[in-house]
């Protein structure tokens, strides 16, 4: 077992020192925060170690304790090196930068490892973590992609399949009326009467040209800020959906779609998020978690009670991916800079700006009770508490 660690207070590991001991280990067990930046830097690693001929096993742990107990479980094998995507309480390596998404420290790593790290699948992840593709550390992995033809820009909206309107009801990307709601959604797409050229392709989906990617683009637009709860916020997010970079060779069309799907499948089908990130054929069960995570969200986020208090929009729920419904709020709903979605046993939180939204979540449940993870910009927590009261302490904590 290697014995460096990371807290949630303390320092990560440098990759170079994380590579040394990966390229001496027998065995390696890679924990994951439940998120798709993280899943997608779990996936970079391990195929690296794949490459080299390294075996390894990933598994994802939604909290501190869970990531902590899988690391411990472990410990009795003197074989075994342990490495963390996020943060824990365990003696093993941490890849968890604060500056930068985990994916893209994870390409880089793979690569001092002696692997070929898949550009789009990083690219994915920073997507997955909130990042604009091509903007800071990420313009190394579009150049990568691009120049091995494997990234073109084109107009339109960024989704993982060639079916528009399913795509456009379950993306997490926007929160529109169409979200969550396929009917909705077909009879938009219907009503505009894009012009498929393709349509006579055997099975295959109808392929829009330009022309109807700009018209798509123009209503998702349309509909997303102009409707009735929409954030002055929303417009801004919106961007990251539009005009999206596809991966002709990809498996999904997108590679915003692919974040996508990534995030909603790391939070409600881990198993199948982490073989998708592995590179194992599980394409139609990613989808199938995407849009049954998506929809619910989508729909929580509809029926949700709220409140608004200074700094702080909570929104409260019956049932739901909270993480993914904390990022729809925060995105499309919340007048506050920071969103709080809570069901009946736990919660989740997301930030507009870096807030220690981790250091929150685990100062409130110190007063509440259950455990905790996030980063700077996102949170979350089970409770053993009333709801009320976790939200007073949540607040307070912030």
Known sequence: MSHSSRTADGPADAASDIAGALERASFVHIVARADGDAVAAAGLVARALGDVGTPFQVSVGRTVDARTERVVRNERDAETTALVVGSSEAEAHHLDPDDEPAS???WRLAGELGGAPDSVLALAGAVAAGVTPGAGATERL????????RLVRRPGVAIPTEDVADGLAASTLVHAPFSGER??????VADLDLDTPD?????????????????????????????DDATTRAGDVLE???????????????VGGLADVLDCAAVGAPGTGVALALGHDVREGALDAWRETAHTAHEAVREAT???YDGVFVARVDEAPVQVAARLVRDFRAPEPVA?????????????DDRDLA?????????????????????YATFECETKQFITAFREAL
């Not at 009917?183 to 938009?188: H, I, N, P, R, S």
């Open 104 to 106: 893209v420290a994870a």
């Open 142 to 149: 579009v150049d990568a992609a691009e120049t091995s033809g």
């Open 183 to 188: 009917a909705v959604a077909d009879e938009l």
């Open 199 to 227: 349509e006579t392709q055997g099975d295959a989906e109808p392929q829009l040209d330009d022309d109807a990617r700009r018209t798509l683009a123009s209503l998702v637009a349309v509909e997303t800020v102009g409707a």
């Open 240 to 254: 990251r959906a539009l005009r999206p970079y596809t991966t002709p060779d990809g498996r999904f069309a997108t």
């Open 306 to 308: 709220t409140h608004r």
């Open 340 to 352: 709080l979605v809570v069901g009946d046993d736990e919660a989740a939180a997301a930030a507009v």
């Open 359 to 379: 250091g929150v979540a685990a100062r409130t449940v110190t007063q509440t009770g259950g455990s905790a993870d996030g980063t700077p910009r996102t949170a």
